[in-house]
């Protein structure tokens, strides 16, 4: 679904006008560059602008300022209106025989999507395997949850999520079989899992925002 090209249209304010990074960067404390743009427009600059000033101060700081953006963006997206919903800091877990793994995701929907961020902008990188595994045990529990909660039987599970460094994005997209959910009762798990990554080559990272990024959120969330 990543390399589609879209068929719809979307609002092309979310684009911030194609300003770049160096022209955001100081819109939190001068605004003269999105003086005549419309408020929506203004508001996202002021998140990007105080995302990436924030890179440079503590943990604690950037943990906020990308809360908030991410929180902004998905409104905006409409993730947070019927059918959909959006939770902070959803609980979920699977067992694994008569173990039991709990994970908390930052932002959650409902059965389709997941939101995760990492807010530290060095912490992901190639000796932890880009941070994946917490990424790979995150949506193993969402689709526990989703498994029983389904009412019928199905075959295979789809879930989305996203790694938000900063403002760099990081999109998966997992397939789960039911019999690896139902398995996982009995010890490690037979069937099959798989996740998508985009972009699959992690040394280039993640893919700043664009319109790029608002087409593959908007095409989650109608998948």
């Not at 039991?100 to 932002?107: A, E, L, N, Q």
């Not at 389709?112 to 000796?127: R, T, Y």
Request: hydrophobic share 35%; charged share 25%.
């Amino acid at each position: 679904m990543f390399g589609d090209k879209p068929n719809f249209s979307y609002n092309t304010s979310l684009l911030l006008r194609n300003a770049n990074k160096d022209q955001l960067f100081g819109v939190w404390t001068d605004d003269s560059l999105t003086e005549d743009w419309h408020n929506k427009e203004r508001t996202l600059a002021r998140y990007v602008s105080n995302v990436l000033m924030k890179e440079l101060g503590s943990a604690g700081k950037r943990e906020k300022v990308t809360d908030s953006f991410v929180n902004f963006l998905l409104s905006v997206l409409k993730f947070n209106e019927y059918p959909f919903s959006l939770e902070l800091k959803a609980d979920c877990y699977f067992n694994v025989h008569n173990k039991k793994v709990i994970s908390k995701t930052d932002f959650s929907g409902n059965l389709f999507v997941i939101i995760d961020e990492d807010k530290h902008l060095h912490s992901a990188n190639k000796s932890n395997w880009w941070g994946e595994c917490q990424i790979a045990g995150e949506v193993l529990a969402s689709a526990y949850i989703n498994h029983q909660e389904i009412s019928g039987r199905y075959h295979i599970q789809s879930l989305f999520a996203i790694r938000v460094i900063g403002t760099r994005f990081t999109f998966y997209r997992a397939e789960i079989e039911s019999n690896y959910l139902d398995s996982l009762w009995e010890g490690f798990p037979t069937g099959k899992m798989y996740i998508y990554r985009y972009p699959v080559d992690q040394s280039t990272v993640q893919v700043d925002i664009h319109s790029l990024i608002i087409q593959i959120l908007i095409k989650e969330k109608r998948s």
